[in-house]
T-cell receptor, first 114, second 111 residues
Framework: DGGITQSPKYLFRKEGQNVTLSCEQNLNHDAMYWYRQDPGQGLRLIYYSQIVNDFQKGDIAEGYSVSREKKESFPLTVTSAQKNPTAFYLC?????????????FGDGTRLSIL | GENVEQHPSTLSVQEGDSAVIKCTYS??????FPWYKQELGKRPQLIID?????GEKKDQRIAVTLNKTAKHFSLHITETQPEDSAVYFC??????????FGAGTTVTVRA
């Protein structure tokens, strides 16, 4: 979906380093999400934000942090506390009222350990 | 929270045959059930969704059925084509912002 841009496409992290993944959307969606995808597994929710300046933990939030200072942007920081960060990270957004709305995904960022 | 199980994990079909993927969910309050298709290294793309007030929905060769009593829903792909080869994910939510995904089904369409 051209309306959600994730960068970079590939990212390498050194041990003990924090890295930040970018997610920008121009769909005017209120809600944004971060998912982690491991090989052969489904998507697991890390954090989500229903509105600017508000966000909630998902199922696997430990070792990650987010901010939502602007409607268009929802960056994800993978901290050094996340001991197994190698995965495919997907950002999504949804519009409409409340939950239960179609989520549209970006192209993802593949994070690896150096 | 919601728990979604998806079967089978892999599915191989002859081109032109039908493919069926089944999912069960645990939370009886779930009311929105999307299906996503993900090609290798690409983003998941929404292909069809259904809400709990509808029992069946069809879009060309793709259909989804929902059985609220049994808490299961299925994706049906008819007249499969090579471009249908991908990983398919089901998901469910009770209407909050947390979407729970199944583990995925890898569909291979043999020419």
């Amino acid at each position: 979906d051209g309306g959600i841009t994730q960068s970079p496409k590939y990212l390498f992290r050194k041990e003990g380093q924090n890295v930040t993944l970018s997610c920008e959307q121009n769909l005017n969606h209120d809600a944004m999400y971060w998912y982690r995808q491991d090989p052969g597994q489904g998507l697991r929710l890390i954090y989500y934000s229903q509105i600017v300046n508000d966000f909630q933990k998902g199922d696997i939030a430990e070792g990650y942090s987010v901010s939502r200072e602007k409607k268009e942007s929802f960056p994800l920081t993978v901290t050094s506390a996340q001991k197994n960060p190698t995965a495919f990270y997907l950002c999504a957004s949804s519009g409409g009222q409340g939950g239960g709305q179609p989520q549209h995904f970006g192209d993802g960022t593949r994070l690896s350990i150096l | 929270g919601e728990n979604v199980e998806q079967h089978p994990s892999t599915l191989s079909v002859q081109e032109g045959d039908s493919a069926v993927i089944k999912c069960t969910y645990s939370d009886s309050a779930s009311n929105y059930f999307p299906w996503y298709k993900q090609e290798l290294g690409k983003r998941p793309q929404l292909i069809i969704d259904i809400r709990s007030n509808v029992g069946e929905k069809k879009d060309q060769r793709i259909a989804v059925t929902l059985n609220k009593t049994a808490k299961h829903f299925s994706l049906h792909i008819t007249e499969t084509q090579p471009e249908d080869s991908a990983v398919y994910f089901c998901a469910a939510t009770p209407g909050d912002y947390k979407l729970s995904f199944g583990a995925g089904t890898t569909v291979t369409v043999r020419a």
